[in-house]
């Protein structure tokens, strides 16, 4: 179900307007390690983003949005390749990086004459990891950062735990903004593609004043001062009740110290007067884990705390104000979308669909989503469709469903596979496998088989997979 507001006026305007607009402009923001749960404009109770919550009631908000993976790297780099971690392969963060053969978006839009800039603040973002191809340029804007990654390989730096320490710690995000702007002052005037990571919500929670108090309890006296997250031993499911709250009062006072700088780069669109021609996208790449199902962090498991992640869109004259979409959308749609918004024609390459026809009634969800975790000691698989999860821990054995409609939290995993929503999970699930071999096939991506165990392979044959799903 989805909520529509007058579509075909919209799409009048477009056809109407068309010839008079300049190529749109795109402006990509990824705010790290931010869950979906956590702000204003997703029904959370503390007002953490006004001002994306003020772009979504200006454009599209995409309600169940899913990433491909719980983690910065195969995420960022289904973001840029729209292909499902599988197949990019970009998904361990040894030395593995997105292949050269890979077409990324910001070659798509390089390719179409744009002028392309990133600007990152988290190491994972490296262009050592190939995320670099297609961008005229691409910097990471925290030096210190980057001068210790410097004469490393990236799988010598990614096992390093004290390498992953230093780069939680700082203040990245007025970096990251000055930068992307100077770039924006510089190059704006022509058609442009700007990725903006901000890293500053992703922990440690340092939020500078007077966001460190904007949640918090002022009188607080515990331990947690937001620092050391995921090192500090006393951070734990058993801490006291009124610790783990400041604890998450300081994440949610990064997020709007983090939503402080969106609207940063969104008042420079707006006094360089680009902001009706510009295409502004706000996501994140995953979210993370308060103890929700036990754990802190996130690569680890695939619970919607740490893959379900937001999406807003605002693109002017051609999507919708203020409109909802409650259908599934996924991390691989973001790039058709929005090449499909700057009117670059669709590539063949790209396994995601755009999801600009659902902001105007006009087109079908995804049937499936699919999110991989494939780092460290983890081979996990989950698949959302219709109101059902499915997720197969590979290195367990394990195959569980759940029935969120029933039970959204994730507290009670089903077993039997041939009941309820079972079957058609399956047949999700199988689906997305043969989608992964189909597309690696036809472009030859060196590809990571699925090989899937006797127990699971007879349940998905007993589902009646094949008795006419494609
Ligand atoms: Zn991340």
């Known amino acids: 179900m989805m909520l529509r507001t007058a579509p075909m006026i919209f799409l009048l305007a477009l056809v109407a307007c068309g010839a008079e607009q300049r190529?749109?402009?795109?402006?990509?923001?990824?705010?790290d390690m931010l869950r979906a749960d956590h702000l204003s404009c997703y029904g959370y109770e503390r007002n953490t983003t006004p001002t994306i919550d003020g772009l979504a009631a200006e454009g599209v908000?995409?309600?169940?949005?899913?990433s491909s993976a719980p983690w910065t790297l195969p995420a960022h780099a289904a973001m840029f390749s729209s292909l499902p971690d599988s197949v990019h392969g970009c998904v361990d963060g040894t030395d593995n990086a997105l292949p050269d053969g890979i077409v990324t978006l910001a070659e798509r839009f390089q390719t179409a004459g744009y002028g392309t800039g990133g600007f990152f603040a988290g190491p994972y973002l490296h262009p050592a990891f190939g995320l670099g191809q297609g961008f005229d340029e691409y910097r990471f804007c925290v030096p210190d950062l980057a001068a210790s990654m410097d004469g490393q390989s990236v799988g010598e730096w990614a096992g390093d735990p004290a390498a992953h320490r230093r780069s939680h710690h700082g203040v990245t995000n007025p970096g990251v903004v000055d930068a992307a702007s100077a770039w924006l002052q510089e190059h704006g005037q022509e058609p442009f593609f700007l990725f903006v990571h901000l890293w500053d919500a992703h922990f440690d929670f340092v939020p500078p004043k007077p966001f460190d108090a904007r949640f918090g309890d002022p009188d607080y006296e515990g331990f947690v001062?937001?620092?050391?997250?995921f090192f500090d031993q006393r951070i734990n499911r058993t801490m006291a009740e009124k610790d783990l709250h400041q604890l998450v009062a300081l994440y949610d006072g990064e997020i709007m110290w983090c939503d402080a700088h969106v609207k940063r780069l969104l008042e420079l669109l707006d006094d360089l007067e680009l902001a009706d021609d510009t295409i502004v996208a706000v996501t994140s790449d995953h979210g993370t884990e308060f103890f929700d199902h036990g754990g802190k962090g996130h690569r680890r498991t695939l619970y919607g705390e740490a893959i379900e992640i937001p999406l807003v869109i605002?693109?002017?004259g051609q999507l919708p104000a203020g409109v909802v979409v409650d259908d599934l959308s996924?991390?691989?749609?973001?790039?058709?979308?929005?090449?499909?918004?700057s009117g670059l024609p669709p590539s063949n390459r790209f396994v995601g669909i755009s999801l600009a026809p659902l902001a105007t009634g006009e087109g079908s969800a995804p049937r499936a989503a699919l999110s991989e975790l494939l780092a460290d000691q983890n081979r996990m698989r989950s698949v959302i469709s219709g109101s059902g999860k499915l997720v197969w821990n590979e290195v367990s054995g394990d195959v569980v469903w759940f029935d969120l409609d029933r039970d959204p939290e994730e507290r009670n995993p089903q077993r039997d596979l041939s009941q309820g929503l079972g079957p058609e999970l399956l047949r999700a699930l199988q689906a997305e496998i043969r989608t992964i071999q189909l597309v690696s096939e036809q472009h030859q991506y060196p590809h990571q088989p699925i090989v899937l165990p006797p127990a699971l392979d007879q349940a998905i044959r007993a589902s009646g997979y094949g008795g006419g799903e494609k």
Request: charged residues 25%; hydrophobic residues 45%; proline residues 9%.
């Open 61 to 66: 908000r995409f309600a169940r949005h899913i």
């Open 23 to 31: 190529q749109p402009s795109v402006l990509l923001i990824s705010i």
């Open 225 to 229: 001062d937001g620092r050391e997250f």
């Open 330 to 341: 996924r991390m691989v749609d973001l790039g058709p979308t929005l090449m499909e918004l």
């Open 314 to 316: 605002r693109a002017p």
